[in-house]
């Protein structure tokens, strides 16, 4: 793609701010921001993405994978605030989803190399980033919503992990939703990037879908496993060592 063409696709942001514009939305000041901030993210990304899968050397493909749970954790902790640790919280799910994904990839025969490590951490990261966010935000609206059932049961003798299991299942249902969904609609609705990019490279399209099925998998496990984690290390900081709820 020439420079032009990629200069005269700011069109469709264009777009976009019109109709904020039109609507008093007042987003216009956002959009110019994220298209800076896309385009020099981006751009720099594929000069340090070139230079690393070049170099063949492991430990650029270990600094970038860090760099990029690192990174996705302060974003969706963001989501969490009033929690503390929220950061710590994250980053473990991040991490522990990061790590059990990428080895099972391994052992299915994906190549270790870091033209498709660094991709396909990207999906799992990425995924897990927005279920860790959900996760966190629900898990703080329900004990909000439901301080009075958690109260309730802990008179009763209720230790706070059975006060809170319906908080706990409320938040990690809300986590997996946007993958499961997903799942539900892939090739109806949506052609996702990696089966796209796959098919505009001159793939095989069914040798991209069994890839694609592959990866939707692949982040259903990551996302569960992500939001699960997320709210077995949350839920205990409602609570002091004495077992009472603390007051919001």
Known sequence: MSWLALSLSLGFVGLAAIVSRYQELGLEKEMAIAVVRTFLQLTIAGYVLSYVFASHHLIYTELMLVLMMVVAAQSAAK?????????????????????????????????????????????????????????????????????????????????????????????????????????????????????TGQILAGADPIQAVRYQILIMFMMSGATAITSLIVVLQGYRTYFTSEA???SS
């Not at 995924?127 to 919503?145: C, D, H, P, Q, Y």
Request: no cysteine; glycine share 12%; net charge positive.
């Open 79 to 195: 989501r969490g605030k009033g929690i503390p640790g929220a950061l710590r919280i994250v980053l473990i799910g991040i991490v522990i989803s990061e790590v059990l994904s990428l080895l099972l990839l391994l052992l299915l025969g994906i190549p270790g190399t870091p033209q498709y490590i660094i991709p396909l951490s990207g999906m799992i990261i990425g995924n897990s980033m927005i279920a860790s966010g959900v996760t966190l935000n629900r898990l703080s609206s329900e004990f909000k919503l439901r301080r009075g059932e958690v109260e309730l049961a802990l008179s009763l003798g209720a230790n706070p992990k059975k006060a809170s299991l319906s908080v706990v299942k409320a938040a990690v249902k809300a986590g997996m939703i946007p993958t499961i969904d997903s799942m539900k609609t892939v090739g109806l609705v949506q052609l996702p990037g990696m089966m």
């Open 244 to 246: 009472q709820l603390i």
